[in-house]
């Protein structure tokens, strides 16, 4: 075979439906707003994916466009995060942490469309809402849309709910962006950076090489899926057909522990503050059943 017939460009799209045809059963755990236990599995999780990506389109989001996400680690963020890399849409985390003007500065800079905020997170974006130039959209991640003030605000299940699921993915231009990510605690504003198809594939196989999981792995992500996209663990752990845990809003120490404990987490990452909560936590409970875990990763 010629070797040009080989050639096939570096998309996300191939990672994914790899992974979910062959670990359907496969588990993805989400701690929710209100500290309740949400469970999907792979094959599960493909069907929301497809309805949302189905119900971009109806938002007038096609390739190119860009939505924002202003949201804790949880599973419809993971939702969105494969929606947009699958469809060419361009996926916009915005920092929680940021200042309100900074905030408001990277979503005109970035021009979101349409922006998917965590219920208990609605608060701090409601003041600037009249600010934000290209924002048409929002929806609140959950089932009820009732208590923001947000124009028009629809709630993520309903928007998904009557969808048809997307059928095959988009052949991309495997240079093209999938998400941007924007700096933070520089001087003068915050810098974009665009994260293409090529650049994060390559990024996952490379880190699956530097730090291996399996398919009996259970990945932990605490560093921010708003913060350069996790370092890439969602992407890498679907790859391989890992088990994912998101912690949601609770990044306490004792949050962490528990869910590392009764979860059977093999593998997290996060910050050195993060790491710290769960010492101090260890230390004052020392019977706590640390067997499981096999590695971390630690930037900062």
């Given at each position: 075979?010629?070797?040009?017939?080989?050639?096939?460009?570096?998309?996300?799209?191939?990672?994914?439906?790899?992974s979910?045809?062959?670990?359907?059963?496969?588990?993805?755990?989400?701690?929710?707003?209100?500290?309740?236990?949400?469970?999907?599995?792979?094959?599960?999780?493909?069907?929301?994916?497809?309805?949302?990506?189905?119900?971009?389109?109806s938002?007038?989001?096609?390739?190119?466009?860009?939505?924002?996400?202003?949201?804790?680690?949880n599973?419809r963020?993971?939702?969105?995060?494969?929606?947009?890399?699958?469809?060419?849409?361009?996926?916009?985390?915005?920092?929680?942490?940021?200042?309100p003007?900074?905030?408001?500065?990277?979503?005109?800079?970035?021009?979101d469309?349409?922006?998917?905020?965590?219920?208990?997170?609605?608060?701090?974006?409601?003041?600037?809402?009249?600010?934000?130039?290209?924002?048409?959209?929002w929806?609140?991640?959950?089932?009820?849309a009732?208590?923001?003030?947000?124009?028009?605000?629809?709630?993520?299940?309903?928007?998904?709910?009557?969808?048809?699921?997307?059928?095959?993915?988009?052949?991309?231009?495997?240079?093209?962006p999938?998400?941007?990510?924007?700096?933070?605690?520089?001087?003068?504003?915050?810098?974009?950076?665009?994260?293409?198809?090529?650049?994060?594939?390559?990024?996952t196989?490379?880190?699956?090489?530097?730090?291996?999981?399996?398919?009996?792995?259970?990945?932990?992500?605490?560093?921010?899926?708003?913060?350069?996209?996790?370092?890439?663990?969602?992407?890498?752990?679907?790859?391989?057909?890992?088990?994912?845990?998101y912690?949601?809003?609770?990044?306490?120490?004792?949050?962490?522990?528990?869910?590392?404990?009764?979860?059977?987490v093999t593998?997290?990452?996060?910050?050195?503050?993060?790491?710290?909560?769960?010492?101090?936590?260890?230390?004052?409970?020392?019977?706590?059943?640390?067997?499981?875990?096999?590695g971390?990763?630690?930037?900062?």
């Amino acid at each position: 075979m010629p070797p040009h017939m080989m050639d096939f460009p570096l998309l996300l799209s191939t990672l994914y439906d790899h992974s979910t045809r062959i670990y359907p059963n496969q588990e993805i755990v989400s701690v929710e707003a209100d500290g309740s236990i949400w469970r999907n599995t792979y094959a599960e999780t493909d069907a929301r994916v497809r309805k949302l990506a189905s119900a971009l389109q109806s938002l007038g989001l096609g390739q190119g466009d860009v939505l924002g996400t202003f949201a804790w680690n949880n599973q419809r963020h993971h939702e969105l995060y494969w929606a947009t890399a699958n469809t060419g849409v361009i996926c916009h985390t915005l920092n929680i942490r940021l200042f309100p003007d900074q905030l408001e500065y990277i979503i005109n800079h970035g021009q979101d469309q349409v922006i998917f905020i965590d219920p208990n997170l609605a608060p701090a974006l409601e003041p600037m809402a009249d600010k934000l130039s290209d924002v048409r959209q929002w929806v609140i991640m959950g089932s009820d849309a009732s208590a923001t003030s947000l124009p028009g605000a629809i709630s993520y299940e309903d928007l998904i709910a009557d969808q048809e699921p997307f059928g095959e993915w988009p052949t991309l231009d495997e240079r093209s962006p999938h998400m941007y990510c924007y700096t933070s605690g520089t001087t003068g504003n915050p810098k974009g950076v665009a994260y293409t198809q090529r650049s994060t594939y390559l990024h996952t196989l490379s880190g699956l090489i530097m730090k291996p999981m399996m398919p009996t792995d259970n990945m932990l992500p605490v560093v921010p899926m708003f913060h350069a996209a996790a370092w890439g663990y969602p992407f890498m752990a679907v790859t391989v057909g890992a088990k994912l845990t998101y912690p949601g809003p609770d990044l306490s120490g004792e949050g962490i522990v528990n869910l590392l404990v009764n979860e059977h987490v093999t593998f997290s990452a996060g910050v050195p503050t993060v790491w710290l909560g769960i010492q101090q936590h260890l230390e004052a409970n020392p019977e706590t059943d640390r067997s499981q875990t096999r590695g971390q990763d630690v930037h900062g």
